[in-house]
């Protein structure tokens, strides 16, 4: 189990450094401030949908509907999904597009109206990465079911490689629909490269066709976890909606303390999907110790890792952001997020172990709860403190 999750570990976590990297290059070269701010409320429902499908919701859902069919069947079931996958993304992709001004609005109401075009024609454009995010995200399952983890633990790099590259060649010359446009490559590139894995596994064009039947056990299956997912990434948008009031900057200051504190989280999101894979695979008795084993290393990663953050943010954001103005509150904000990162593992395996018995309804009803309070007591608690 650690030699296939430590080089996925290492894989995960150059993306998760190239996407560090994506935002600490946004940030030296727009500032902290309202234009930042604009193009990351743009961002938000792309970039939200990325990280529930990086999550292995497709996955976790999926899995072991092909791992239940033979070899013929998986292939016919792979173009089927492939199909329903890939109208979703197109559609998708024109709900967000054509109503980039209402999303822009829902996401960041606060956001002062001068930014509000340039932030609507830079969402137009990254919602055409939906289709690419989720075709990449299908064709894992496969792979992931033969517990083959390199190749989608790479989508992250590619991903953000274009973006990366962008910004490091023209820093404060940058525009947000030049850089939109490189979200989209990075999506397609993602999905490209899986294109000759799931060859193998037998999908070609033929097999890609609308069957009504597959596509209504797979809305079935997938229906509770995406509902656990919206739920977590809800919690998300009312605290951009609410950080969009707080003035310029704080919707970006926000995301970088998401971004550092998720870190020390990508060797638990490795272990988590192999370790998804193996229980899938065993019965009831074998799944037992494999989430000792888990929970064990989750505490191991998380305990040191929090109380490091606590303990360093100010040292941290120092380093990263010397000449920066508007990051002065990012220490106390991650020193918070860091707080919780012991619980936010364990939550994440115990979820895996559940899906891994079919059992998706558990997990649903867990976090729907604490997505419920958390909603409920950020807006007191903004209005408490004078937002």
Same mark, same amino acid.
């Given at each position: 189990?650690?030699?296939?999750?430590?080089?996925?570990?290492?894989?995960?976590?150059?993306?998760?450094?190239?996407?560090?990297?994506?935002?600490?290059?946004?940030?030296?070269?727009?500032?902290?401030?309202?234009?930042?701010?604009?193009?990351?409320?743009?961002?938000?429902?792309?970039?939200?949908?990325?990280?529930?499908?990086?999550?292995?919701?497709?996955?976790?859902?999926?899995?072991?509907?092909?791992?239940?069919?033979?070899?013929?069947?998986?292939?016919?079931?792979?173009?089927?999904?492939?199909?329903?996958?890939?109208?979703?993304?197109?559609?998708?992709?024109?709900?967000?597009?054509?109503?980039?001004?209402?999303?822009?609005?829902?996401?960041?109401?606060?956001?002062?109206?001068?930014?509000?075009?340039?932030?609507?024609?830079?969402?137009?454009?990254?919602?055409?990465?939906?289709?690419?995010?989720?075709?990449?995200?299908?064709?894992?399952?496969?792979?992931?079911? $033969? =517990?083959?983890? +390199? #190749?989608?633990?790479?989508?992250?790099?590619?991903?953000?490689?274009? %973006? &990366? !590259?962008? @910004?490091? *060649?023209?820093?404060?010359?940058?525009?947000?629909?030049?850089?939109?446009?490189?979200?989209?490559?990075?999506?397609?590139?993602?999905?490209?490269?899986?294109?000759?894995?799931?060859?193998?596994?037998?999908?070609?064009?033929?097999?890609?066709?609308?069957?009504?039947?597959?596509?209504?056990?797979?809305?079935?299956?997938?229906?509770?976890?995406?509902?656990?997912?919206?739920?977590? $990434? =809800?919690?998300? +948008? #009312?605290?951009?909606?609410?950080?969009?009031?707080?003035?310029?900057? %704080? &919707? !970006?200051? @926000?995301? *970088?303390?998401?971004?550092?504190?998720?870190?020390?989280?990508?060797?638990?999101?490795?272990?988590?999907?192999?370790?998804?894979?193996?229980?899938?695979?065993?019965?009831?008795?074998?799944?037992?110790?494999?989430?000792?084993?888990?929970?064990?290393?989750?505490?191991?990663?998380?305990?040191?890792?929090?109380?490091?953050?606590?303990?360093?943010?100010?040292?941290?954001?120092?380093?990263?952001?010397?000449?920066?103005?508007?990051?002065?509150?990012?220490?106390?904000?991650?020193?918070?997020?860091?707080?919780? @990162?012991? *619980?936010?593992?364990?939550?994440?395996?115990?979820?895996?172990?559940?899906?891994?018995?079919?059992?998706?309804?558990?997990?649903?009803?867990?976090?729907?709860?604490?997505?419920?309070?958390?909603?409920?007591?950020?807006?007191?608690?903004?209005?408490?403190?004078?937002?």
């Amino acid at each position: 189990m650690l030699g296939s999750a430590g080089l996925l570990t290492l894989v995960t976590l150059l993306g998760l450094i190239a996407g560090l990297g994506r935002e600490w290059l946004l940030v030296a070269s727009w500032g902290a401030g309202a234009r930042t701010d604009g193009f990351l409320i743009a961002l938000f429902i792309p970039e939200a949908l990325r990280i529930i499908l990086a999550g292995g919701l497709l996955s976790s859902a999926w899995m072991a509907l092909y791992q239940e069919r033979s070899e013929p069947e998986r292939a016919a079931w792979l173009g089927r999904v492939t199909f329903g996958v890939g109208l979703l993304g197109l559609a998708l992709a024109l709900i967000l597009s054509l109503g980039a001004e209402w999303w822009v609005r829902l996401v960041g109401p606060g956001l002062a109206p001068e930014f509000r075009p340039v932030t609507q024609d830079a969402l137009q454009i990254l919602a055409w990465t939906v289709p690419g995010l989720l075709l990449q995200a299908v064709w894992s399952v496969p792979l992931q079911a $033969q =517990g083959r983890f +390199l #190749l989608a633990g790479l989508s992250s790099l590619v991903y953000n490689l274009p %973006v &990366v !590259t962008y @910004l490091a *060649l023209h820093r404060a010359q940058s525009l947000e629909t030049s850089l939109a446009w490189t979200f989209v490559v990075g999506s397609l590139a993602t999905a490209l490269l899986m294109v000759p894995a799931v060859r193998k596994q037998g999908l070609v064009l033929r097999a890609i066709h609308w069957h009504a039947p597959t596509l209504r056990e797979l809305s079935r299956r997938v229906g509770p976890l995406l509902g656990s997912a919206l739920m977590g $990434q =809800g919690l998300m +948008l #009312l605290e951009r909606m609410v950080a969009s009031y707080l003035g310029e900057g %704080v &919707v !970006t200051v @926000l995301n *970088l303390a998401r971004k550092l504190v998720n870190l020390p989280l990508v060797a638990l999101m490795s272990v988590n999907q192999v370790l998804l894979g193996l229980m899938s695979k065993g019965g009831g008795a074998d799944r037992l110790p494999l989430l000792r084993q888990g929970l064990a290393l989750n505490t191991l990663v998380t305990t040191p890792a929090a109380v490091g953050l606590l303990l360093s943010a100010q040292a941290i954001v120092a380093l990263l952001f010397p000449q920066v103005q508007g990051t002065d509150i990012l220490a106390p904000l991650l020193g918070w997020y860091a707080v919780a @990162l012991v *619980l936010a593992g364990w939550n994440t395996l115990l979820a895996r172990y559940n899906y891994a018995a079919g059992d998706t309804r558990l997990p649903f009803v867990c976090e729907t709860s604490g997505n419920l309070a958390q909603a409920v007591t950020l807006p007191l608690l903004a209005w408490l403190y004078g937002a």
